[in-house]
C-alpha cells in the first residue's frame, strides 16, 4: 500500500530524520550566547529558526505514526499510544529540569555570577523552590532552554481530537486551528507560568497552527489525498518569498557585524518578525515557504540522504528526544564555559564541535542498542561429546543424546 507521493507506507521517510537531526544542532548552537557559529544557523537566512523545524516535523511524523495506528487498530489503541508518548515527553523534561537547575546552580555557586541566575531563569526556583517545583509538576515553570519540551507536550495531549478531526474533514480541521491562531495575534490569548505576570515562551495556542498544519501534511500520507494547494505557481511563489526573506535577514546580519552596511526593511518588518512567542505571521509565512521549496527539490530518493555524512545527522533526528535533552544540557555547559573562562573563536569552535559530537555519539550509542536488541539470539553449540570406550557405559544412549 503507499501513501501520497507514491512512497510505500513501510518506507521510512529520511528527509524527516535529516531534517530534524539539523534542527537539533541549530538548537544546540543557538542557545549559547554569543556564539559564533549562530550567525550560520537557519535563522540567519530566514525569519524563522530551528523551533519552526521541530514543531512541524512533529506535527507530521505525529500524524503519520498514530494517524496510521488508528486506521488499523482503532481510535482507543491510538490514543493510548499518543498518551504513552506524552508520558515519556513529560518524563524526559522533569528529568531535564533537574539536571538542568542542579548544573545551573552548582555553577552559579562556584562562579558566584549572579548574572547567571536572571540570565538562566532560575531565580525563582531559587527563591521559592517549593512553589516552583509544584509549578514544574504542571508545566508551569519553565526556565530558559526548557520551554519547548512541555509545548510539544501540550500539542500531543491534544492530538486525539486533533486526528478525529482530520479523519472527519481536513480543511475543517485546518480551518479551526487557523482561527484560533488569529485570536492569538488579535486578542494575546496565553497561558500563564510562574511567576504569574509571566506567560508560555511558546504559546501552545499559537504553535498548536504550525503542528496542525504539519499533521495535515503528514496525515495525507495515510490518506493518499493532498489537502493544500499545489501547482508550479505555488513553487515560484514560495521560492520568491524563501529568497526576499533571505536577503532581508543576511543584510540584518551584515549589519551586525559591520554597523555601515544598511539592514533593508528592518525598520518595516523587524518588530514583525521578532515574535517568537505568538508564531508572528511572517515567520510563519516564510517557513511554509521554505518546506515547500524544499518538499519541491529534496525527494524521498535524494542521494545525499544515503551519504555517509548525511548519517550522524539522520541517526540523531531518529532519536530526537535523547539527542535533544544531551544538546540542552551541553548548550548550558557551553555557555558557561564560554562566558568564565575563555570566549575566543577557537574556543567557540572547540565546544561546539564537541557537542554535536558528543550528541552524534549518544545518537550512534543508542542506534547500536537498537539493532542489537533486534537481533536473533546466536545459536550456542551443544557440549561435545567425548567418545568413550566401548565396553564402558555410565549412562544410557538417550540419556547421553
Wanted: one cysteine or more; proline letters at 6%; aromatic letters at 16%.
Amino acid at each position: 500500500m503507499k501513501a501520497a507521493g507514491g512512497q510505500a507506507w513501510g518506507v521510512r521517510d529520511l528527509r524527516l530524520d535529516f531534517f530534524r537531526g539539523l534542527s537539533l544542532f541549530f538548537i544546540f548552537i543557538d542557545h549559547i550566547p554569543e556564539n559564533l557559529l549562530s550567525y550560520f544557523t537557519f535563522r540567519s537566512v530566514a525569519f524563522s529558526d530551528a523551533a519552526e523545524v521541530f514543531i512541524f516535523i512533529s506535527g507530521f511524523t505525529a500524524a503519520l505514526v498514530y494517524g496510521r495506528s488508528f486506521e488499523e487498530n482503532g481510535g482507543l489503541y491510538a490514543t493510548a499510544q499518543i498518551y504513552r508518548r506524552v508520558w515519556q515527553l513529560y518524563v524526559a523534561h522533569i528529568f531535564l529540569f533537574v539536571i538542568f537547575t542542579a548544573e545551573v546552580s552548582y555553577t552559579i555557586f562556584v562562579v558566584r555570577n549572579p548574572m547567571f541566575t536572571d540570565e538562566m531563569g532560575v531565580g525563582d526556583f531559587l527563591e521559592t523552590p517549593h512553589i516552583a517545583i509544584i509549578r514544574t509538576l504542571f508545566l508551569g515553570f519553565q526556565p530558559n532552554f526548557l520551554d519547548i519540551l512541555p509545548l510539544y507536550i501540550v500539542l500531543l495531549m491534544g492530538f486525539p481530537l486533533v486526528l478525529f478531526l482530520l479523519r472527519r474533514n481536513t480543511l475543517l480541521t485546518v480551518a479551526l486551528s487557523a482561527l484560533l491562531y488569529v485570536g492569538v495575534q488579535l486578542f494575546g490569548w496565553a497561558p500563564r507560568t510562574f511567576p504569574e505576570h509571566h506567560s508560555w515562551f511558546f504559546n501552545p495556542l499559537a504553535w498548536q497552527f504550525m503542528f496542525v498544519i504539519g499533521a495535515t501534511a503528514g496525515y495525507s500520507r495515510v490518506t493518499g489525498k493532498w489537502p493544500f494547494p499545489s501547482g508550479t505557481w505555488l513553487k515560484y511563489l514560495s521560492i520568491a518569498i524563501t529568497v526576499f526573506a533571505a536577503v532581508i535577514c543576511l543584510s540584518w546580519m551584515l549589519h551586525w557585524f559591520y554597523d555601515p552596511f544598511p539592514p533593508f526593511l528592518a525598520r518595516l518588518l523587524y518588530n514583525h518578525t521578532i515574535d517568537k512567542t505568538n508564531l508572528a505571521p511572517l515567520r510563519l509565512i516564510n517557513f511554509l515557504a521554505i518546506a515547500v521549496v524544499t518538499v519541491s527539490y529534496v525527494k524521498p530518493d535524494s542521494g545525499f540522504l544515503h551519504k555517509a555524512w548525511a548519517r550522524p545527522v539522520i541517526l540523531c533526528g531518529q532519536h530526537s528526544l535523547y539527542v535533544f535533552c544531551v544538546g540542552i544540557v551541553l548548550s548550558v555547559l557551553g555557555h558557561f564555559l564560554l562566558a568564565d573562562l575563555y570566549g575566543g573563536v577557537f574556543m567557540q569552535v572547540a565546544v561546539n564541535l564537541a557537542g554535536i559530537g558528543i550528541m552524534i555519539a549518544v545518537a550512534w550509542l543508542l542506534e547500536w542498542f537498537k539493532v542489537a536488541g533486534r537481533r536473533p539470539p546466536r545459536s550456542r553449540p551443544g557440549p561435545r561429546s567425548r567418545p568413550r570406550p566401548a565396553a564402558i557405559h555410565t549412562a544410557p544412549p538417550e540419556a547421553a543424546q
